[in-house]
């Protein structure tokens, strides 16, 4: 089992539509999760940010963490074309070395006008 | 503020040629890192600086040699590039530790 499974999609979605995307982990030492975006040909951005367990939320953007169940989400309202995109998850443990930062393969994103 | 600078943007090799990817920031932070990513593989990590004067390796270190020149630089070099080596390079630093990275637009390598 890989230690970040995230499934590659492409996820189509019309304007408006509510996204979720998710990971799952299998390494119960991960405490910090993030969400990077990726346009085409572009470097990675970070989107969202959150430490251990609950929600945070951020505009449209709101990023859930279920550690019991080993599960991430990221949940984008009120769908725009600007959203398309690739949304990249990552994990870290607390404590670990500086090069412990895991991603996820990344979901290909389109929102249709 | 121009964040993570990553030079070339593109570069074709021939199998056994050797270059350097530069990379360069400007906020002043402690840590680099390099990643490749290739389709289906997602980013993985091949070399990475806690700080200015250590490197240590990744994930995919092999074929790979880094340079951590000062707290702003830290260049990536391929000695014999191989067809493998066919990828685009992201250049990536933070504060420290399990901060958030800030990522350059990469370059983007064909090797023939």
């Known amino acids: 089992q890989k230690e970040v499974e995230q499934d590659p999609g492409p996820l189509s979605v019309p304007e408006g539509a509510i996204v979720s995307l998710n990971c799952t982990y299998s390494?119960?030492?991960?405490?910090?999760f993030m969400w990077y975006r990726q346009y085409s040909r572009k470097g990675p951005e970070l989107l969202m940010y959150?430490?251990?367990?609950g929600n945070k939320e951020d505009g449209r953007f709101t990023a859930q963490v279920d550690k019991s169940s080993k599960y991430i989400s990221l949940f984008i309202r009120d769908s725009q074309p600007s959203d398309s995109a690739t949304y990249l998850c990552?994990?870290?443990?607390?404590?670990?070395?500086?090069?412990?930062?895991?991603f996820g393969k990344g979901t290909k994103l389109s929102v249709k006008p | 503020n121009a964040g993570v600078t990553q030079t070339p943007k593109f570069q074709v090799l021939k199998t056994g040629q050797s270059m350097t990817l530069q990379c360069a920031q400007d906020?002043?932070?402690?840590?680099m890192y390099w990643y490749r990513q290739d389709p289906g593989m997602g980013l993985r990590l091949i070399y990475y600086?806690?700080?200015?004067?250590?490197?240590d390796k990744g994930e995919v270190p092999n074929g790979y040699n880094v340079s951590r020149l000062n707290k702003r630089e830290f260049s990536l070099r391929l000695e014999s590039a191989a067809p493998s080596q066919t990828s685009v390079y992201f250049c990536?630093?933070?504060?420290?530790?399990?901060?958030?990275?800030?990522f350059g637009n990469g370059t983007r390598l064909t090797v023939t």
């Open positions: 990536a630093s933070s504060e420290a530790g399990v901060s958030p990275l800030h």
């Open positions: 390494n119960s030492a991960f405490q910090y």
């Open positions: 959150t430490y251990s367990s």
């Open positions: 990552a994990m870290s443990n607390y404590g670990g070395s500086q090069g412990n930062l895991i």
């Open positions: 906020m002043n932070h402690n840590s």
């Open positions: 600086s806690a700080s200015e004067g250590t490197t």
